[in-house]
């Protein structure tokens, strides 16, 4: 038996995310809190996902900027 390797998109990860089959943080690794309007929180990294826009229009927010 050999091991198949699994790749998955962003967009089948902001899914998961959305749907609470993961718990991690895209960003950092670290557990992620659901919020009670349906949004994603990292309180590690600080970064979320606002489940009402939807995987679509999906953008994680980062409190800093690189640069």
Do not use: K
């Amino acid at each position: 038996m050999s091991v198949e390797p699994l790749n998955r998109t962003l967009e089948q990860e902001l899914n998961a995310l959305l749907r609470g089959a993961s718990l991690e943080c895209l960003a950092c690794g670290e557990f992620v809190m659901h919020l009670p309007q349906g949004g994603i929180f990292c309180p590690e990294c600080g970064s979320g996902l606002d489940a009402a826009v939807g995987v679509q229009g999906a953008r994680l927010q980062f409190p800093v900027q690189a640069g």
